[in-house]
């Protein structure tokens, strides 16, 4: 990091801190702190719940009413918007203009805050009621950072316990300097923009609206990666308000750090296992690079494994495997036989750990539970001078969505098998075509562009992973095909019946969709349109 540009004229690289206002929800550590700082000769000036715990501990701390000459009102509503409060932190000790009102007004200095917010994002991740939310939309707290924040020339502001630990190693070299208290005050910029962020996002909810003509998104650092997608790419992750089950919420028992490459693709698994109902069979993904190998349900978990894997076992080399089950032994036997990056599942138990554990390299993610594919939420991601926002695709087919266009009406089992393969499609690259049978894929044509080369792609997989099982005729025969959008000509669709197709499924809503409903009649296809495309890039 590049050292901060010169002071200005009578800004001091360290400031001595004589006195720090305190006023926390999370007391993590307070005390702790607290007396840290008045061993160092600092006043500590507080505020309700925080001066209390303080004094309890022994402290000698001065309320911060009676620093105002004003009592907390308005149940705790307002307590610290105050000039003595404001003034103490936002004039600058360099102007004599300043240190005359301060003077004049009986403004004393503050040179270090500690205030971590009110909890207002845990309150929404709790589910609490609309007034709670409201009450915990702190005020004061913002005020007061933003101000110290304003004011770093001469005044450390922290929003944590780490802030504080490190304030208190540089006062117990003479004083803060100034590149610390200017990163802490970028800091605490972010923190407040987050927090804000949060609030707007939520308020937005309860009106049942978008978001406004402006819009604001924050997350707090949860990693510093190795690098990104490439070795010379910095890379970061930030964990946002949404608690959403996943990767980022992961307990992760072994393994090496997680890459850039590493999340990004154990996101897309997790989030398409998450598709497949845990109550009605065990569901595997296999992923890579963002796109799905292989995919299947099963009787056991461990059949559902075999199943996704037999689709494209040469790019599972190397995958990310997603379970919407707890892992058990011989799945965990069966996922160690070949090289596996990441594992990400709601559970283990010992037999699992314990095959896992001799794979030391391998990343095993266990969460609390799978994401819920019906969870409204946004998808975010810059593009030159902006952000482009969307609603995450939680649009689900059932059969009663699907409308027949042909004479040949589709089987029960081939129902079943289009909804699953369609359920695929959502979650593969776009132009993505998709082979299934059983309830497992059998063939994966993803991201092309055009449809008929996925086509074309999908069904040489099949082909390929045929030859490495040694059968004759690859799984294709008999099998249902899914389109993630509407088949533009018929030549897609034909190369689902070259393949040995029998019925397609596919949003339809092409100009030509007459001709490719004609072209299905005519090779004796059942086809069902759904009416919703699922474009993924």
């Known amino acids: 990091m590049s050292p901060p540009k010169a002071a200005p004229k009578n800004v001091p690289d360290r400031v001595a801190v004589k006195r720090a206002l305190i006023?926390?929800?999370?007391?993590?550590?307070?005390?702790?702190?607290?007396?840290?700082?008045?061993?160092?000769?600092?006043?500590?000036?507080?505020?309700?719940?925080?001066?209390?715990?303080?004094?309890?501990?022994?402290?000698?701390?001065?309320?911060?009413?009676?620093?105002?000459?004003?009592?907390?009102?308005?149940?705790?509503?307002?307590?610290?918007?105050?000039?003595?409060?404001?003034?103490?932190?936002?004039?600058?000790?360099?102007?004599?203009?300043?240190?005359?009102?301060?003077?004049?007004?009986?403004?004393?200095?503050?040179?270090?805050?500690?205030?971590?917010?009110?909890?207002f994002e845990a309150t929404v991740q709790a589910g609490a009621g609309f007034?709670?939310?409201?009450?915990?939309?702190?005020?004061?707290?913002?005020?007061?950072?933003?101000?110290?924040?304003?004011?770093?020339?001469?005044?450390?502001?922290?929003?944590?316990?780490?802030?504080?630990?490190?304030?208190?190693?540089?006062?117990?070299?003479?004083?803060?300097?100034?590149?610390?208290?200017?990163?802490?005050?970028?800091?605490?910029?972010?923190?407040?923009?987050?927090?804000?962020?949060?609030?707007?996002?939520?308020?937005?909810?309860?009106?049942?609206?978008?978001?406004?003509?402006?819009?604001?998104?924050?997350?707090?650092?949860?990693?510093?990666?190795?690098?990104?997608?490439?070795?010379?790419?910095?890379?970061?992750?930030?964990?946002?308000?949404?608690?959403?089950?996943?990767?980022?919420?992961?307990?992760?028992?072994?393994?090496?750090?997680?890459?850039?490459?590493?999340?990004?693709?154990?996101?897309?698994?997790?989030?398409?296992?998450?598709?497949?109902?845990?109550?009605?069979?065990?569901?595997?993904?296999?992923?890579?690079?963002?796109?799905?190998?292989?995919?299947?349900?099963?009787?056991?978990?461990?059949?559902?494994?075999?199943?996704?894997?037999?689709?494209?076992?040469?790019?599972?080399?190397?995958?990310?495997?997603?379970?919407?089950?707890?892992?058990?032994?011989?799945?965990?036997?069966?996922?160690?036989?070949?090289?596996t990056e990441v594992v990400i599942a709601p559970g283990a138990d010992e037999a699992a750990l314990a095959v896992f554990a001799k794979k030391k390299n391998l990343r095993l993610l266990l969460t609390e539970g799978v994401p819920d594919p019906t969870q409204a939420g946004v998808m975010v991601r810059t593009v030159a001078g902006g952000l482009l926002v969307q609603d995450r695709d939680i649009g689900r087919i059932t059969q009663a969505d699907l409308k027949v266009v042909t004479k040949r009406q589709p089987s029960p089992q081939e129902i079943a098998d289009m909804l699953f393969a369609f359920k695929v499609c959502k979650h593969t690259k776009s132009n993505a075509i998709i082979y299934a049978k059983n309830g497992a894929t059998v063939g994966i044509g993803a991201g092309q562009m055009s449809r008929i080369d996925s086509a074309r792609i999908a069904r040489r997989k099949a082909e390929d992973a045929a030859h490495a099982a040694g059968q004759a005729d690859p799984q294709t025969i008999g099998s249902v095909c899914a389109s993630d959008a509407f088949f533009p000509f018929a030549d897609g669709l034909l190369q689902a019946a070259q393949a040995g197709a029998t019925a397609v499924i596919q949003p339809g809503g092409s100009v030509r969709d007459d001709e490719v409903i004609k072209a299905a009649d005519d090779a004796d296809l059942a086809m069902v349109f759904t009416g919703m495309r699922h474009f993924r890039h």
């Open 23 to 119: 006023s926390v929800s999370d007391k993590t550590g307070l005390v702790e702190r607290a007396k840290k700082l008045a061993a160092a000769g600092v006043d500590l000036v507080s505020t309700g719940g925080t001066s209390k715990a303080l004094k309890e501990a022994g402290l000698k701390v001065r309320d911060v009413s009676d620093l105002t000459g004003f009592p907390e009102m308005m149940d705790g509503r307002v307590k610290t918007l105050h000039p003595k409060v404001h003034g103490g932190l936002l004039y600058r000790r360099d102007l004599a203009t300043h240190t005359k009102d301060a003077t004049d007004h009986g403004i004393e200095p503050i040179d270090l805050v500690w205030i971590n917010l009110y909890p």
């Open 131 to 339: 007034d709670d939310c409201i009450e915990n939309i702190d005020i004061g707290g913002p005020a007061m950072l933003r101000a110290a924040s304003k004011n770093a020339d001469f005044v450390a502001v922290c929003t944590d316990g780490a802030d504080v630990d490190a304030a208190l190693a540089e006062i117990e070299q003479g004083g803060v300097t100034l590149n610390l208290r200017r990163r802490l005050a970028a800091k605490t910029y972010a923190r407040t923009a987050a927090y804000d962020a949060a609030i707007s996002e939520w308020y937005w909810k309860q009106l049942n609206e978008d978001a406004g003509d402006w819009r604001a998104f924050g997350g707090k650092l949860q990693q510093t990666l190795r690098y990104g997608e490439n070795p010379h790419q910095k890379a970061v992750v930030y964990a946002g308000p949404d608690k959403r089950a996943g990767v980022l919420t992961a307990r992760q028992v072994q393994g090496k750090e997680l890459s850039y490459n590493n999340i990004n693709d154990t996101d897309a698994a997790y989030e398409l296992v998450a598709e497949f109902d845990a109550k009605i069979s065990p569901a595997v993904a296999i992923i890579k690079h963002a796109n799905p190998c292989g995919v299947a349900t099963g009787a056991t978990v461990t059949e559902a494994y075999r199943r996704a894997l037999a689709c494209d076992s040469t790019s599972a080399f190397g995958g990310i495997i997603a379970v919407n089950v707890p892992l058990d032994g011989p799945t965990a036997e069966a996922i160690t036989e070949i090289f």
